[in-house]
């Protein structure tokens, strides 16, 4: 059974550092594109990055430079480093999952979703 699951969110100052975790399960994570994706409020789901199974990594304008996606085979988990975090960073991040094994990670073809955590950022 596959399963995600976020963790490491919370609140922080501006200019503060984050890493968070996204667990899975029922799959490894080296055999597929995975991605991370935030929610703020009364906003839609926007893309942040993504890591190709083959470990090339993409990341939205707006985190470039600040964000790292990285992973632990070992541990089977995706990381997000969230480095010199601003207000506008506040949002529920998500980590998701391509459909299929050994493609490229596609933004609307993912097949499962974590939970989310959420991550709070005040000036």
């Known amino acids: 059974q596959v399963q995600l699951v976020e963790s490491g969110g919370g609140p922080v100052q501006a200019g503060d550092s984050l890493r968070l975790s996204c667990a899975a399960s029922?799959?490894?994570?080296?055999?597929?594109?995975m991605g991370w994706f935030r929610q703020a409020p009364g906003k839609e789901r926007e893309f942040v990055g993504s890591?190709?199974?083959?470990?090339?990594?993409a990341y939205a304008d707006s985190v470039k430079g600040r964000f790292t996606i990285s992973r632990d085979n070992v541990q089977n988990t995706l990381y997000l480093q969230m480095n010199s975090l601003k207000p506008e960073d506040t949002a529920v991040y998500y980590c998701?999952?391509?459909?299929?094994?050994?493609?490229?990670?596609?933004?609307?073809?993912?097949?499962?979703w974590g939970q989310g955590t959420q991550v709070t950022v005040s000036s």
């Open positions: 890591m190709s199974w083959s470990g090339n990594t």
């Open positions: 998701a999952r391509s459909r299929t094994s050994y493609t490229s990670f596609r933004r609307t073809d993912l097949g499962y």
């Open positions: 029922g799959f490894a994570v080296s055999t597929f594109g």
